[in-house]
T-cell receptor, first 113, second 110 residues
């Protein structure tokens, strides 16, 4: 039962353009969502989060959008840089992140110079 | 304090052996989580602690797995009688509200 889904295993984007990574969830109890970036042989690195009371959160080049009615969120990276090449995981939790995280399967983003 | 640390980073063991991993969380983080990640998957929750109390265990955590967090500081995860299916990256995270991950311990069972 995959409660958090990232349907695109990979994505290639030209440097300087916008990268859009998508995530869908099925559990309506989720109220906090996070994006992590992961390089090989390292643990996930927290990028940005959003609670269900908001529909947008922005931090520098990263913006997360949440559409609760569609149970969909997306991460926008603009402009994309070569260092953004990594695997991106969407995660969700109940109770404002104070509980276990449920992760998607990840999207490998490749930025083409 | 530089973040969550895990030891060892890599472990190769023969099937049937016992292994133990250690996690040192960020100082003053009272919540500590263990996850397991296999190839092509996202991390999967195993268990978590609030201070020294183990509050939840996943059904993924069979009887061969045990975790402790004595004194509410570092934590250990032990796997007894390892099986090839235990080969994975074991990740630790600590949190006051959101979760900061360590670099992981990659276990290979031969």
């Amino acid at each position: 039962d995959q409660q958090v889904k990232q349907n695109s295993p990979s994505l290639s984007v030209q440097e300087g353009r916008i990268s859009i990574l998508n995530c869908d969830y099925t559990n309506s109890m989720f109220d906090y969502f996070l994006w992590y970036k992961k390089y090989p042989a390292e643990g996930p690195t927290f990028l940005i989060s959003i609670s269900s009371i908001k529909d947008k959160n922005e931090d520098g080049r990263f913006t997360v959008f949440l559409n609760k009615s569609a149970k969909h969120l997306s991460l926008h990276i603009v402009p994309s840089q070569p260092g953004d090449s990594a695997v991106y995981f969407c995660a969700a939790s109940v109770n404002f992140g104070n509980e276990k995280l449920t992760f998607g399967t990840g999207t490998r983003l490749t930025i083409i110079p | 304090d530089t973040g969550v640390s895990q030891d060892p980073r890599h472990k190769i063991t023969k099937r049937g052996q016992n292994v133990t991993f250690r996690c040192d969380p960020i100082s003053e983080h009272n919540r500590l989580y263990w996850y397991r990640q296999t190839l092509g998957q996202g991390p999967e929750f195993l268990t978590y602690f609030q201070n020294e109390a183990q509050l939840e265990k996943s059904r993924l955590l069979s009887d061969r797995f045990s975790a402790e967090r004595p004194k509410g500081s570092f934590s250990t995860l032990e796997i007894q009688r390892t099986e090839q299916g235990d080969s994975a990256m074991y990740l630790c995270a600590s949190s006051p509200w959101g979760q900061y991950f360590g670099p992981g311990t990659r276990l290979t069972v031969t």
